[in-house]
């Protein structure tokens, strides 16, 4: 191989690592979310119901049918997934009072809201 195609392939394939590495912690972040952030969208739309301590006692919750998830009880959770917690947030719970935030929040909310739900199972 001669040394200037040496140099071109290096150079690739350094660009390809920048490139390759960059992509995986950009995904990455993105459905992580950011629990701190979902606190605060928490607080605006769920508390109501969830209750600031994801107990399902907020102020709303009084005699409502189903009453909503209790985020801290294992059983509650017990095979709620990230795609179920997904979709149940942004489509709801049809025939229940959990109505769906798809319109209302947007995708990276939706990320950070989750992070924020999970936290309360490891409290
Ligand atoms: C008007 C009251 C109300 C509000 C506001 C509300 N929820 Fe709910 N939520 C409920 C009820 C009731 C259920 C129980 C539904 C069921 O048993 O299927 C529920 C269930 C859930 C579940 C479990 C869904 C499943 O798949 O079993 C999740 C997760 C959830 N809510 C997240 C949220 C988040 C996040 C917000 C705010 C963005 C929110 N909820 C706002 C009432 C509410």
Same mark, same amino acid.
């Given at each position: 191989m001669s040394k200037g =195609?040496? *140099? %071109?392939?290096m150079a #690739? %394939?350094?660009v #390809? #690592?920048?490139?390759?590495?960059f992509a995986m912690f950009a995904t990455n972040s993105m459905a992580a979310g950011d629990a701190a952030k979902g606190d605060k %969208? #928490?607080?605006a739309n769920c508390v109501v119901?969830? +209750?600031?301590?994801g107990d399902g006692k907020g102020p709303a919750a009084a005699g409502m049918t189903p009453p909503p998830r209790n985020f801290t009880s294992p059983t509650d959770m017990k095979g709620i997934?990230? @795609? $179920? =917690?997904?979709?149940?947030? *942004?489509? +709801? $719970? !049809?025939g229940t !009072?959990?109505? +769906?935030?798809?319109?209302? =929040?947007? !995708? @990276?909310?939706?990320?950070?809201? %989750? @992070?924020?739900v999970k936290t309360f199972l490891k409290k």
């Open positions: =195609l040496k *140099v %071109i392939t #690739f %394939i350094s #390809f #690592f920048v490139v390759f590495t %969208i #928490f607080k119901c969830h +209750g600031d301590k997934d990230d @795609a $179920r =917690l997904h979709k149940s947030i *942004v489509e +709801g $719970r !049809p !009072p959990m109505v +769906g935030f798809g319109k209302t =929040l947007k !995708p @990276a909310d939706i990320d950070d809201v %989750i @992070a924020y």
